[in-house]
């Protein structure tokens, strides 16, 4: 696996259920970053990790919102009683901050999880 | 906030040139990068940009200015693959995060 999974793919939950979405980063990345796409929007950031410290989590929509990387590699983000808001693809990114070669630390993506709330 | 402003949506023909534009007004700058999303995919990597000028990379370029808080993506030789959306991100100063654009729809007709 060379590239950054997530899993489920598609996910759909009643509203007030609560899910977990997993991202399995690329093997060695320290970072490890959740973003959440709206339709016909861009990402938006929600959290950050590094190794296994959760540094920023400005972005967290709610106190429903929770991420966890407890062994510095596997994330899991979980939302609890789920609202139609909340529909959305969720992606995961990873990146190894100091790679040298002019690109910037790259944050590499995952295909995400289509959340459907009904 | 942060501000990232793009065009919603484009149309070009095959074989021709499109220029994609960005502009972005944030709480300081530390690069500026472009990724491509076909539908239903991940975001990969097309360019970064953190000094002021064009890098070049095959069929797309990227070009920034610091000053103007500006910059473009040109796409030669426009294939119909590279129908997609284009996000434009900036990675602010004392962040790790990326601030996205809504992206640029692009439609390459025959």
């Known amino acids: 696996g060379a590239g950054v999974s997530q899993s489920p793919r598609y996910k759909v939950a009643k509203r007030g259920q609560d899910v977990a979405l997993r991202c399995d980063p690329i093997s060695g990345h320290v970072s490890l970053f959740w973003y959440q796409q709206a339709l016909g929007q861009g990402p938006e950031f929600l959290t950050y990790?590094?190794?296994?410290?959760?540094?920023?989590k400005s972005g967290l929509p709610s106190d429903r919102f929770f991420a966890e990387r407890p062994e510095g590699s596997v994330s899991t983000l979980k939302i609890q009683r789920t609202q139609q808001e909340d529909s959305a693809v969720y992606l995961c990114a990873s990146s190894f901050p100091g790679l040298a070669g002019g690109r910037g630390n790259e944050q590499f993506f995952g295909p995400g999880t289509r959340l459907t709330v009904l | 906030g942060q501000n990232i402003d793009q065009p919603t949506e484009m149309t070009a023909t095959e074989g021709a040139i499109v220029q994609i534009n960005c502009t972005y007004q944030t709480s300081g700058f530390n690069g500026l990068f472009w990724y491509q999303q076909h539908a239903g995919e991940a975001p990969t990597f097309l360019s970064y940009?953190?000094?002021?000028g064009l890098e070049e990379k095959g069929r797309f370029s990227s070009f920034l200015s610091r000053s103007k808080g500006y910059s473009y993506l040109l796409l030669k030789e426009l294939q119909m693959k590279d129908s997609a959306s284009y996000l434009c991100a900036v990675r602010v100063a004392g962040a790790n995060n990326l601030f996205f654009g809504t992206g640029t729809r692009l439609t390459v007709i025959p």
């Open positions: 990790f590094q190794n296994e410290a959760q540094l920023d």
């Open positions: 940009n953190v000094l002021d």
